[in-house]
């Protein structure tokens, strides 16, 4: 199984989520969306353990079977696709949402998350 980090639950997992550690333990491929490594690198900006959760980030970045994935062309296209489906239901997402979705549905991943309104999604398998 592919499996997709959101951002709150790479932090489930940093704060030591027996259950979240065993989600991503079991997973063939572990996928980052380049949107979660700008989101966590931000609060590691902002917070006060930036240089300790930076090193922790790099050593997991690092582990077999975890891959940071990135928009192309063909992102651009699910990100319209989601786009015009959430506007049409009514049931916007945050836009940093928006591209995490369009990542994870280009790769054919599972999302690990706990925000709700990725459930507006139908189309997106939540782990």
Do not use: C
Request: cysteine-free.
């Amino acid at each position: 199984m592919k499996l997709a980090l959101d951002t709150n639950r790479y932090v489930d997992l940093m704060r030591g989520d027996a259950e979240v550690r065993a989600r991503v333990e079991g997973a063939r491929t572990v996928l980052v969306p380049y949107v979660v490594l700008g989101e966590l690198r931000a609060g590691f900006a902002v917070g006060t353990d930036g240089r300790a959760n930076e090193r922790f980030l790099q050593r997991f970045l690092a582990t077999g079977g975890v891959e940071v994935v990135y928009a192309t062309d063909a992102t651009t296209h699910h990100y319209a696709a989601l786009y015009r489906q959430l506007r049409q239901q009514e049931t916007p997402v945050p836009t940093n949402d928006l591209w995490i979705a369009a990542l994870v549905t280009e790769h054919g991943a599972s999302l690990y998350t706990r925000d709700a309104h990725f459930e507006h999604l139908a189309q997106l398998d939540l782990a």
